[in-house]
């Protein structure tokens, strides 16, 4: 008789802290029955080494490592988000809570942007933190904030495990369901021919797309840019995941070297990635004549960048661009107070058993 002891106490577990929370927590509406009774069904048919290795819905496993009072916070900062944000912002990003195991960036992005939008909340006085202000070119900001006597705009993402690592690490969860002795090292058998990673090289072009998603947007178009045209703007960008740790990558100081120099060196890394997204997109050579030198010039409008770690929420670096352009610069009082103010993390950031 296999001994599943460990799940059904997990189980148990998750399903007295919901039945504790209050009737309308949102925490509570989103780990419903259906969810409990599926994962419940699958621990009674799925064998025990593969129980070992399976994975589970991230808020499930977000109750299940923090005490009552943890998840209460999280419901308490997310109640704070919706009393001072439209229903319609709230509502897409309310539905992380759901998100499923087989999609964790849906619920890494949306947890993080709750952290910040609510220590903003918290820190600043009303009026002075304005969530999703919708843009004339019909795209939203995260957060505005007014920062000694001027409106500086924080715009939150995540660069996370390609797809890739994850192809490799569910290869390699696989083998282990045979042979619970094998380590995963990469490069190794699990990588495809031909993987673009493990390489600091290859993260580098992903912050550069990832940058662009917010400076541009998917097809390299300046005029749907998620930041403000006469403000200063910071990029937060949460770097890494439990499957790779692609916060110690120096790829990422690379790509901000590139990013916010004076003007693209001799084989500049940034130019190889411009052409490849060039070539990619289809785009014709009356359009390079036409773009080439605003997509160059773009990263001008970010005032600066804070890093997180996307495990602990850690800072673990910023950088000023002291090559922005006049009235999207920053000053170093700015970006010390920026750094101070989210060094203090909730509690239910990175808890405990993570």
């Known amino acids: 008789m296999e001994d599943k002891t460990v799940f059904t106490e997990m189980l148990n577990n998750v399903r007295e802290k919901r039945d504790s929370l209050p009737t309308e927590n949102a925490i509570k509406l989103a780990l419903t029955d259906d969810i409990l009774c599926e994962i419940e069904s699958r621990i009674r048919r799925v064998p025990i080494n593969e129980l070992k290795y399976a994975t589970y819905p991230p808020l499930l496993l977000f109750v299940y490592r923090n005490d009552v009072n943890t998840v209460q916070a999280l419901e308490e900062d997310i109640l704070l988000i919706k009393n001072n944000s439209s229903p319609e912002s709230f509502n897409n990003l309310i539905g992380f809570l759901k998100a499923s195991e087989k999609r964790p960036r849906d619920w890494d992005s949306a947890f993080f942007e709750v952290f910040i939008k609510a220590v903003l909340l918290k820190r600043f006085a009303k009026g002075s933190v304005i969530l999703d202000k919708e843009l004339p070119n019909g795209r939203n900001l995260d957060v505005l ?12 993402t995540i660069l996370s495990s390609s797809q890739e690592d994850y192809d490799v690490y569910n290869s390699f969860k696989e083998h282990l369901k045979k042979d619970p002795d094998i380590v995963l090292s990469r490069p190794g058998k699990y990588d495809p021919p031909n993987s673009k990673g493990p390489s600091p090289y290859y993260d580098e072009f992903r912050v550069y797309r990832k940058v662009y998603d917010k400076i541009a947007d998917e097809k390299l178009d300046t005029d749907k840019s998620q930041m403000v045209p006469d403000e ?3 990029l937060l960008l949460f770097i890494g995941d439990a499957i790779s740790p692609l916060s110690y990558s120096p790829g990422i100081g690379w790509a901000f070297d590139e990013l916010f120099a004076d003007q693209p060196r001799d084989n500049s ?3 190889k990635w411009f052409e490849v997204e060039f070539r990619r997109l289809g785009l014709d050579e009356e359009w390079y004549s036409v773009n080439s030198d605003k997509i ?6 970010l005032g600066g960048t804070v890093i997180f770690d996307g495990s602990s929420g850690e800072i673990i670096g910023s950088r000023m661009n002291y090559n922005a352009n006049a009235e999207h610069k920053i000053s170093h009082k700015e970006m010390a107070e920026i750094e101070e103010i989210f060094r203090k993390k909730p509690v239910y950031v990175a808890p405990k058993g993570e």
């Not at 904030?145 to 939150?156: A, D, H, K, Q, S």
């Open 296 to 301: 160059i010039s773009a990263p001008r409008k």
């Open 232 to 234: 200063p703007n910071i």
């Open 145 to 156: 904030v007014l920062l000694y006597n001027r409106w500086i705009n924080f715009e939150v």
């Open 269 to 271: 890394s940034f130019l």
